[in-house]
Structure formats: structure tokens, C-alpha cells
């Protein structure tokens, strides 16, 4: 089992930037992902950055390419989420996963779950 703790997040106005950091333990695989999803109010959670935990294949939502950057910091077995140019619609409780499936973007395929993180973003 792996277990992921979540930290940053909060409050930012349009056009700021935050960090989101996912403390990744357990038994992990080079093949294994580790994804950023997010949860509106009233909307389905998404998928929003996914990388390999080798550091491959980024994988990042339309809407937030060339905004955010997931990257994977191995001495700390930390993967993180830059967001920058941030706008309301941004706005959503952002959770870290792992899954066993490198590729993986459905969150059936992810097991492990953080805890969770609002950020929100005024206009």
C-alpha cells in the first residue's frame, strides 16, 4: 500500500501561483503514476497532471497546459504541482493518487488516494 500526504494549497487571486506537494510512502514501482486530480462543486473529478514515478511521460488537461508543471523530486519522494496563472475556474479541492498503471487517466485505475486540498482563486 502507498500512502500520500498532501500539503499547499489555499487562497490566491487571479493570475497568482501556488504549489501543491504530495508526499509519496510506501512500496512504489518505477512503473507506477502518481496523479493531480480535481473536484469542483457539482462536477466530476479530473484528472488534471500525471507523471510516471520515473519522472516520464507527463501527462497534463488541455485547459492547464503551459500553466501548471508536475514534477517528481526523487531524494524526497515528493511529487509536486506548480500552478501558475491561476483563474477562478481553477478553483477545487485537489487531491494526489497513485496508481499501478503508468498511463492511467480514469480514477477507478488509482488506489491510493491524499487527503485533499482547497484552492481557490478570486477574481
Known amino acids: 500500500q502507498v500512502q500520500l500526504v498532501q500539503s499547499g494549497g489555499g487562497l490566491v487571486q487571479t493570475g497568482g501561483s501556488l504549489k501543491l506537494s504530495c508526499a509519496v510512502s510506501?512500496?512504489?514501482?518505477?512503473?507506477?503514476?502518481v496523479g493531480w486530480f480535481r473536484q469542483a462543486p457539482w462536477k466530476e473529478r479530473e484528472l488534471v497532471a500525471r507523471?510516471?514515478?520515473?519522472?516520464?511521460?507527463?501527462y497534463y488537461l488541455d485547459s492547464v497546459k503551459g500553466r501548471f508543471t508536475i514534477s517528481k523530486d526523487s531524494d524526497k519522494n515528493t511529487v509536486s504541482l506548480q500552478m501558475n496563472s491561476l483563474k477562478p475556474e481553477d478553483t477545487a479541492v485537489y487531491y494526489c493518487?497513485?496508481?499501478?498503471?503508468?498511463?492511467?487517466?480514469?480514477?477507478?485505475?488509482?488506489?491510493?488516494w491524499g487527503q485533499g486540498t482547497q484552492v481557490t482563486v478570486s477574481s
Open positions: 493518487a497513485n496508481s499501478r498503471y503508468s498511463f492511467a487517466i480514469s480514477r477507478n485505475l488509482y488506489d491510493d
Open positions: 510506501g512500496r512504489t514501482f518505477t512503473g507506477y503514476a
Open positions: 507523471i510516471m514515478w520515473s519522472g516520464e511521460n507527463p
